[in-house]
């Protein structure tokens, strides 16, 4: 499976989901079950490999102003989710976290930023499949730190300058 087709899957599930990341999620392993178990093992190393290249300092910055904070938890299904939005989505946001402000349509706090099921998508279709759980995929595992500068989320006035567009649009009111 090349990027183009995993963007593909990602895409066409999404939409038939009509936005909604559980739907997505039942939506995506329904798609993978019907590729080879090599196939699916493909997609889990494209989504790995994005879900790591997404654990970035001002990302999980972006995500607290979207979130209203994010633990270590939120911020993990916060990029399982970012990868669902798609290829657009996903690259601007890893490019300029701030960017989510004009890439995202709408975000609803309540629905969106939450993608955990997505990120057992892969691991659910192969096991169905085959019966047995997933190899080790055989990528870098993820960094003890994300990459980037730290710095704190619990302050209000450093986000909204961090992030000037994204606090505009969904920071608190």
Not at 76 to 81: E, G, L, S
């Amino acid at each position: 499976m090349d990027e183009t087709e995993f963007w593909e899957i990602i895409d066409s599930t999404r939409e038939a989901a009509e936005g909604d990341p559980e739907e997505h999620a039942d939506l995506l392993v329904e798609r993978l079950v019907r590729l080879d178990p090599d196939s699916v093992l493909d997609f889990a190393r494209h989504f790995e490999a994005r879900y790591n290249r997404a654990y970035r300092w001002d990302l999980w910055g972006a995500a607290a102003v979207l979130l209203g904070g994010a633990s270590d938890d939120a911020f993990d299904y916060f990029r399982c989710w970012l990868i669902a939005q798609g290829r657009e989505v996903f690259e601007g946001a890893v490019h300029d976290p701030d960017a989510l402000a004009e890439l995202l349509d709408d975000f609803d706090e309540e629905l969106d930023g939450d993608g955990e099921e997505l990120g057992y998508a892969a691991d659910e279709a192969y096991e169905q499949l085959t019966g047995v759980v997933a190899p080790d995929l055989g990528l870098p595992l993820q960094p003890s730190e994300p990459a980037g500068t730290p710095f704190g989320f619990d302050d209000d006035t450093a986000l909204a300058e961090r992030f000037p567009a994204l606090w505009e649009r969904f920071g608190p009111v």
